[in-house]
T-cell receptor
Framework: DVKVTQSSRYLVKRTGEKVFLECVQD?????MFWYRQDPGLGLRLIYF???????EKGDIPEGYSVSREKKERFSLILESASTNQTSMYLC??????????????FGPGTRLTVT | LAKTTQPISMDSYEGQEVNITCSHN???????ITWYQQFPSQGPRFIIQ???TKVTNEVASLFIPADRKSSTLSLPRVSLSDTAVYYC???????????FGAGTRLFVKA
């Protein structure tokens, strides 16, 4: 079974801090994603990466950056955390396009609170 | 990118069949339809995916009419553990920039 792990389940940070959220997958997937989830808004894509050192903006990239130095690891960075970035952050990975039943495998999520 | 419209919430009783319909009027020729399930405090989990007609697996069935402007997820004989949020997604396989939307919150009662 694919396993996607996230560095923390719960995180509390102060406004202005630099925050790193780490995601690791063990299935050698090319594609990795970062979403945030807020009540009533579903999941919104922040960034995705289709290969090492490659990244693409999603729908809400403002205030975030990402890093993919190794295939198995995709990091989400909040350069200067703000209270409106309080949210649940979900990481996902996916095998290359065209494989049978393309589907995203999600981690358990990190609930970030910025005070 | 095709957006989707689903009911915000649905209630059901144990043992009933539940059908959740998703509208996607602007679906493109190459788009697939994928459904995910999410329990509280967990990430979404893939349920089923299809392109046209009917797809069935051990968890659910997916019905897609000929015009593909909507799809229906069918959950046979639901149990309390099927209480979750169900998301309909439309996009190319590869998942890039697929839109999850707000999903449908299903509540199964005893």
């Amino acid at each position: 079974d694919v396993k996607v792990t996230q560095s923390s389940r719960y995180l509390v940070k102060r406004t202005g801090e630099k925050v790193f959220l780490e995601c690791v997958q063990d299935m050698d997937h090319e594609n990795m994603f970062w979403y945030r989830q807020d009540p009533g808004l579903g999941l919104r894509l922040i960034y995705f990466s289709y290969d090492v050192k490659m990244k693409e903006k999603g729908d809400i990239p403002e205030g975030y950056s990402v890093s993919r130095e190794k295939k198995e690891r995709f990091s989400l960075i909040l350069e200067s955390a703000s209270t409106n970035q309080t949210s649940m952050y979900l990481c996902a990975s996916m095998p290359p396009s065209g494989t049978a039943q393309d589907k995203q495998y999600f981690g358990p999520g990190t609930r970030l609170t910025v005070t | 990118l095709a957006k989707t419209t689903q009911p915000i919430s649905m209630d059901s009783y144990e043992g009933q069949e539940v059908n959740i319909t998703c509208s996607h009027n602007n679906i493109a020729t190459n788009d697939y339809i994928t459904w995910y399930q999410q329990f509280p405090s967990q990430g979404p989990r893939f349920i089923i995916q299809g392109y046209k007609t009917k797809v069935t697996n051990e968890v659910a069935s997916l019905f897609i009419p000929a015009d593909r402007k909507s799809s229906t997820l069918s959950l046979p004989r639901v149990s309390l553990s099927d209480t979750a949020v169900y998301y309909c997604l439309v996009g190319l396989t590869g998942g890039f920039k697929t839109i999850f939307g707000a999903g449908t919150r299903l509540f199964v009662k005893a």
